[in-house]
């Protein structure tokens, strides 16, 4: 039978070998960048050059106790993901499949249409810790392969359960200032680089642009220690911020998730809110690194 739609109970993703759970949503863009030529003596264009077809893939999951997170799908050292590659597919299957009672639509079917990137590199990652609803983890690649001709069934259990990671899992273990933890983000940008070479269309490699910089705020409802937490004068000449391991703790059931930018100076703290019209007053700590950030999930 041929599927009448797309949904989420009918697709599954899956990322250097490993079936993905908690996926909130994929996104595949593919382009395909051209070069104009003309000539002398004609208006009309004279030839239309293709340049190098660029895919890009999206993800975004919540942390869970089933899967562990993404980053560290592509190696245990930032110099390591810097130069990994995996494949990452995503299937779909009939949207009127239905298993077993109470089981999951599609999951443990047959897929009846299948894309497969391979050779991908990590361009992005951020990871979410909120007040409303569960903690999320994002992810982008990138490469310059896409198949779609054959169907790839993903094993995978019909009916998973989280547990997922709520605010009530997350510890913040070290931190600019302060405490009342409204939100925490993480997030590292590799900004790749296409390595060309004579003879071949396609870049031999995506050479991350080191330094590669990771980002971390953390946002708190303010009060007198938190808005406190530096001071200076036109005559200071020390310096305000020192080098900080700023780390987050989350757990899901059994799994244990950890995140850390090490080596990482405060660049900026904003104050604002706490208005007439009754809203409290919130601190925004902005802190940086280079070549320094760390993920974990056991």
Not at 32 to 49: H, S, T
Not at 163 to 190: E, W
Request: proline share 3%.
């Amino acid at each position: 039978m041929a599927s009448n739609r797309i949904f989420y109970a009918c697709q599954s993703a899956k990322l250097a070998g490993n079936v993905l759970t908690g996926v909130q949503s994929v996104g595949l863009n593919t382009n395909f960048a051209f070069d104009q030529v003309f000539q002398l003596g004609q208006i009309e264009i004279y030839e239309n050059l293709e340049g190098i077809p660029d895919v890009e893939i999206s993800i975004e999951r919540v942390l869970d106790g089933n899967t562990g997170n993404m980053y560290s799908m592509f190696g245990a050292s930032l110099a390591t993901i810097a130069a990994s590659r995996q494949d990452a597919e995503i299937s779909v299957y009939d949207d009127s499949f239905q298993p077993a009672a109470g089981g999951a639509i599609g999951v443990a079917g047959s897929a009846t249409a299948s894309v497969k990137c391979t050779g991908l590199y990590l361009s992005n990652y951020s990871v979410n810790f909120n007040l409303e609803g569960p903690s999320t983890e994002s992810i982008t690649l990138v490469g310059n392969a896409i198949d779609w001709s054959t169907p790839i069934t993903h094993s995978m259990a019909v009916d998973t359960d989280g547990p997922v990671v709520q605010r009530k899992d997350v510890i913040v273990n070290s931190a600019p200032a302060g405490n009342a933890f409204q939100s925490v983000t993480y997030s590292i940008d590799f900004g790749r680089e296409d390595l060309l070479n004579l003879g071949s269309k396609n870049p031999y490699f995506r050479a991350a642009s080191f330094p590669v910089e990771a980002t971390a705020e953390f946002v708190y409802n303010a009060n007198d220690t938190s808005v406190q937490a530096y001071s200076f004068t036109q005559a200071n000449n020390a310096d305000v911020t020192l080098e900080e391991t700023y780390t987050v703790t989350a757990t899901a059931g059994t799994k244990t998730h950890i995140f850390s930018i090490p080596d990482a100076r405060v660049t900026g703290v904003q104050f604002g809110g706490g208005d007439a019209g009754g809203g409290n007053a919130t601190v925004t700590y902005n802190c940086v690194a280079y070549n320094s950030f760390t993920a974990s999930s056991t």
